[in-house]
């Protein structure tokens, strides 16, 4: 009785690891998503494939097909012109059964330089 408690809390912090380190690739993905489309020569919608494609070399494939990610331009309070990436998906579960429980959603900014 004690040894299923002992290994449901493991794999409770085991998920709780796994969530917390793709959430942070995916938003360290999209920052560098966006600073790639921020450069002069280089569309801003290329910034979600981008995104994808550092993600997928991350962590795996099927991590990177369960993200839905946008790009484009946005002006901020100041003036300046913004790449702003935004990643939407689930982290998938260590039991497969269980599913894509845990939702994810981060934004990655840069300022775009100028032409």
Do not use: F, W
Not at 37 to 53: C, P, Y
Not at 61 to 77: K, R, V, Y
Request: aromatic share 2%.
């Amino acid at each position: 009785m004690v040894s299923i408690l002992i290994v449901t809390l493991l794999l409770a912090v085991l998920q709780v690891a796994v969530y917390v380190h793709v959430r942070n690739v995916v938003t360290a993905s999209a920052q560098a998503g966006a600073r790639y489309a921020a450069n002069a020569d280089v569309d801003s919608a290329l910034g979600a494939a981008r995104t994808v494609e550092v993600v997928a070399r991350a962590t795996s494939t099927q991590t990177a097909n369960g993200l839905a990610c946008t790009s484009g331009e946005e002006a901020d309070p100041s003036g300046l012109t913004l790449v702003v990436v935004r990643c939407t998906g689930s982290v998938p579960a260590l039991l497969a059964s269980l599913g894509n429980l845990l939702p994810l959603e981060v934004t990655g900014r840069a300022v775009k330089e100028a032409a």
